[in-house]
């Protein structure tokens, strides 16, 4: 008898799971053109991706070429609208207020950092940038000029030989970036003040980032039953946000001391604007702890990957055209910076 109910059951969640799916992936007189997706994989094998037969930027000319300049497609679950236009792009992009970012732009980021701006839209958006977007106005960068190119110097001086075959730059390049944040967002010097477990915990967290974010057709209870699970990535977090909350506790140490001033780096507007009873109903009501961890978090993991990666693309590239290195020379020395 208990098994004739366990099977009964089994079969209406089956089909109650393909209804559901066939419902997800149906498309609607309203939906752009696009081709009809699969369940589960959506576009990714009739566009060939996954088959290997076309690239991405392949796949994208073809569908422009049959359906237009605007036009949907599948990322596995995400439904993605693909706007060709240059004009598109500018509309979207001066209208963040009406425009909300996809989360197509990061799949499955907000297991990691949920608060973290990148991944935020509407009024809690407006709440956090209106902390965050003072520190990186152009007159504050301007100021951070002569650290920015301390730190540059030092790798130089320490990895650039011009005898050697690099073949760990993008390793170096997380070691500049993160010094380079470190000192401008939280004046920290983490080149010297972060041990090896700390680097270590980024390459670890940072693997699990890079896992997830690729495969977003990966059912998100999975993924998070998965990451709970993980010994290596809850000790990575764990020390990561130590490291965060060091931060933050000598923050609070340094605004206790001496009279209230404007907050001079990231670590002290964020600080400087904690509030609990913040909520999206008040944008000048500032950020609760939990999301102030969370920028710190992001800010770090940024600086630590994705700008490495392309200052190391950037070293490769420029190396290859002496042209460009030159442009770059007499710019410098255009507006004084050598």
């Given at each position: ?10 079969v209406?969640?089956?089909?109650l ?51 237009g ?5 599948w ?28 989360p197509?732009i990061l ?32 007159r504050?960068?301007?100021g ?10 030092r ?20 070691s ?13 010097d ?16 940072m ?20 990451l709970?699970c993980?010994?290596?990535y ?52 500032g ?11 992001t ?10 990666t ?17 442009q ?11």
């Amino acid at each position: 008898m208990a098994l004739i109910i366990f099977a009964s059951l089994f079969v209406i969640v089956i089909i109650l799971l393909y209804i559901y799916l066939k419902r997800s992936y149906s498309p609607s007189p309203d939906d752009l053109p696009g081709v009809k997706p699969h369940i589960f994989f959506g576009n990714l094998i009739n566009s060939g991706i996954l088959t290997a037969e076309s690239t991405f930027h392949e796949m994208m000319l073809d569908y422009q070429r049959r359906f237009g300049d605007k036009f949907q497609f599948w990322f596995g679950s995400h439904r993605c609208f693909i706007f060709c236009r240059i004009d598109h792009a500018q509309t979207i992009f001066a209208n963040r207020h009406s425009f909300e970012q996809s989360p197509f732009i990061l799949p499955n980021f907000d297991l990691f950092c949920p608060n973290g701006i990148t991944i935020l839209t509407g009024a809690r958006w407006k709440r956090h940038v209106r902390v965050l977007s003072p520190m990186f106005k152009r007159r504050n960068i301007i100021g951070h000029l002569d650290t920015i190119v301390e730190c540059a110097d030092r790798f130089i001086d320490r990895n650039l030989d011009p005898g050697q075959i690099h073949r760990d730059l993008v390793s170096r390049c997380q070691s500049l970036t993160m010094n380079i944040i470190g000192l401008i967002g939280f004046d920290q010097d983490f080149d010297v003040q972060v041990n090896l477990h700390i680097k270590k915990a980024f390459q670890d967290f940072m693997l699990h980032v890079v896992l997830l974010m690729t495969t977003p057709c990966v059912p998100r209870w999975l993924a998070k039953i998965y990451l709970k699970c993980n010994w290596k990535y809850q000790r990575a977090y764990r020390l990561i946000l130590e490291l965060a909350e060091k931060l933050v506790e000598e923050e609070q140490n340094k605004q206790s001391e001496k009279e209230n001033g404007r907050p001079k780096n990231l670590v002290a507007s964020l600080v400087s604007s904690l509030n609990e009873q913040a909520n999206d109903e008040q944008v000048p009501s500032g950020i609760r702890r939990a999301e102030m961890f969370d920028e710190i978090l992001t800010m770090i993991v940024t600086g630590y990957e994705t700008t490495s990666t392309v200052l190391s693309w950037f070293i490769f590239f420029a190396s290859k055209n002496p042209q460009v290195q030159q442009q770059m020379k007499e710019e410098l020395c255009k507006h004084h910076l050598l």
